[in-house]
């Protein structure tokens, strides 16, 4: 069972920068899209950032220009540049791939992000 690991979440002063990132497992034939999402307490998961396997980004308008996605299909590992960070954006950060196929669709465990005022 191919599991994701995210790391390289944290607690930061707002302004600040961290970056995340999430790797596969174990050695996989094909990762198709890869995404970030994230959940703050008592609010729904949103998307923030999806990446293709041929390198096509999309970003929602709130991380839109601060965040910035990218992957190593080599490494089968996906990252999340994240500046100018504020404190909204403190939530548990979640990536996803399509393992194998489209429908195929796993979940990290998520990593925290803090950002404090």
């Known amino acids: 069972q191919v599991q994701l690991v995210e790391s390289g979440g944290g607690l930061v002063q707002a302004g600040g920068s961290l970056r995340l990132s999430c790797a596969a497992s174990?050695?996989?034939?094909?990762?198709?899209?890869m995404g970030w999402y994230r959940q703050a307490p008592g609010k729904q998961r949103e998307l923030l950032a999806r990446?293709?396997?041929?390198?096509?980004?999309n970003y929602a308008d709130s991380v839109k220009g601060r965040f910035t996605i990218s992957r190593d299909n080599a490494k089968n590992t996906a990252y999340l540049q994240m500046n100018s960070l504020k404190p909204e954006d403190t939530a548990v950060y979640y990536c996803?791939?399509?393992?194998?196929?489209?429908?195929?669709?796993?979940w990290g465990q998520g990593t925290q992000v803090t950002v404090s005022s």
């Open positions: 996803n791939a399509e393992i194998g196929a489209v429908s195929n669709v796993h």
């Open positions: 174990a050695v996989v034939r094909s990762i198709y899209a």
């Open positions: 990446i293709s396997s041929g390198g096509w980004t």
